[in-house]
């Protein structure tokens, strides 16, 4: 049998998030493992053939010099962009191969700091850039905002390294910035702190229309999904004594079996004018969620349909805290919740903790954690890769008419 080569890779990967505060595409970054040296080849079909033309665009971000070489000279035209560190390109053999690469139409993003841009010649190679932005850069962006200087910032490239709400409106909205790579979460939540947070008004209205069209249980099970704060507000709701149920509700579905629809849509009409329009809060809920989806995914397969819905609620609610300023565990206590999503959000612990834990892992560039939790977990390198990459290929983004 001819061994996967997602056997003999570690990924991990990073949102990239566009001007509207939506999904533009996703970094992946890709690691050697072990002695075998990577197929590239092998790697760009199995890309090849779980993308769609609507899944999110791909950036690939080796973390070798060979491997990005053996990327460069296997990609076909029309194959995910690939970055190629600027430092790396003092490495002839570097060179010449992103110069045969661009040559092929391959779609290159030269990724450097801000500060130490390529020269003219170098950057012809290259369709755009990953701009790590320093502690000086940011000061001079933000400086800028008055208008008493120009913005070091460069309209139509990608930023790195923003860590602050202020620095993310000077580059996606002053500075036309293309994407920001990451999003500085806790700066954003901290700049929110004197708000009480809300469930998203999209998310709302996308589940009363969904009721309106009599789409199924599991359609609204899904939308409920989508939004960690609502999923969080109509479990409160459907265990208390307003309600009345006689028995205690455990999971987003027997929620919605006990409600009914009219019900539902009365309890929601209710919530939408207090529901949040706030942008900045949009990657924060969809990280929130891709996260879940993915500690389902890494379950075991074979677990029933009852056992995914708490493994994803798990994963939704591993970081409520921080959007309720409370601690997690007082939060989960409060509803009759499954033991097994308390012990894996909370104390890292139990069957489902393995999968929350590698969710996490994933969520970045740290190849030796992974390893290490699947050395742990007796957990195979390539299952972990497969299940990451089928949920990044059924991300979507929101692409221009016409496109």
């Known amino acids: 049998m001819v061994q996967s080569v997602l056997g003999s890779l570690v990924l991990g990967y990073r949102p990239l998030w566009n001007a509207a505060r939506k999904l533009a595409g996703v970094q992946l970054y890709v690691h050697g493992h072990g002695s075998q040296r990577v197929d ?23 973390r070798s010099q060979a491997l990005l070489i053996d990327l460069l000279q296997h990609a076909p035209r029309g194959a995910p962009w690939i970055a190629v560190p600027g430092d790396w390109l003092a490495l002839p053999a570097v060179r010449e191969n992103v110069q045969r690469a661009h040559g092929r139409g391959l779609r290159l993003v030269w990724s450097g700091t801000l500060s130490r841009l390529p020269d003219a010649d170098t950057a012809r190679l290259f369709d755009n850039s990953l701009l790590q932005l320093s502690g000086s850069d940011a000061a001079a962006a933000l400086q800028a905002a008055g208008g008493k200087q120009p913005s070091p910032l460069i309209a139509g490239q990608m930023y790195d390294n923003v860590a602050s709400r202020a620095l993310l409106s000077q ?8 994407a920001v790579a990451g999003w500085p979460m806790e ?14 008004h999209e998310v709302v209205q996308k589940l009363l229309k969904a009721i309106d069209d009599d789409q199924s249980i ?5 939308i409920l999904g989508q939004d960690p704060l609502l999923a ?36 929601l009409s209710d919530q939408l004018p207090h529901c949040a329009t706030e942008p900045d809060l949009r990657p924060i809920r969809s990280a929130m969620v891709l996260r879940a989806r993915l500690t389902e995914q890494l379950l075991q397969a074979g677990a029933g349909t009852e056992l995914r819905g708490e493994v994803y609620l798990a994963g939704l609610f591993s970081q409520l805290d ?37 969710a996490c892992a994933l969520e970045g560039d740290s190849a030796g954690a992974i390893v290490q939790l699947c050395e742990a977990h007796e957990l195979e390198l390539e299952d972990i890769n497969r299940a990451l990459l089928r949920v990044l290929s059924e991300l979507a983004v929101e692409r221009p008419a016409g496109h």
């Open 218 to 222: 599991d359609r609204l099970e899904q």
């Open 187 to 200: 700066d954003v939540l901290h700049s929110l702190r004197h708000q009480p947070l809300a469930p998203a």
């Open 171 to 178: 580059c996606l909205d002053q500075g036309r910035a293309l």
């Open 40 to 62: 590239a080849a092998h790697l760009l079909r199995t890309l090849q053939e779980l993308w769609s033309a609507a899944s999110a665009p791909l950036l690939l971000s080796p």
């Open 322 to 358: 921080e959007l309720l300023h409370e601690n997690l565990g007082a939060i989960l206590h409060r509803l009759p919740l499954s033991e097994r999503i308390y012990n894996a959000a909370v104390l890292r612990t139990g069957a489902y903790a393995p999968s929350l834990e590698l």
């Open 232 to 267: 969080h507000r109509f479990l409160v709701y459907t265990n208390s004594a307003a309600l009345g149920l006689r028995t205690g509700v455990d999971s987003l579905r027997r929620g919605l079996v006990m409600m009914g629809y009219g019900s539902l849509s009365r309890w």
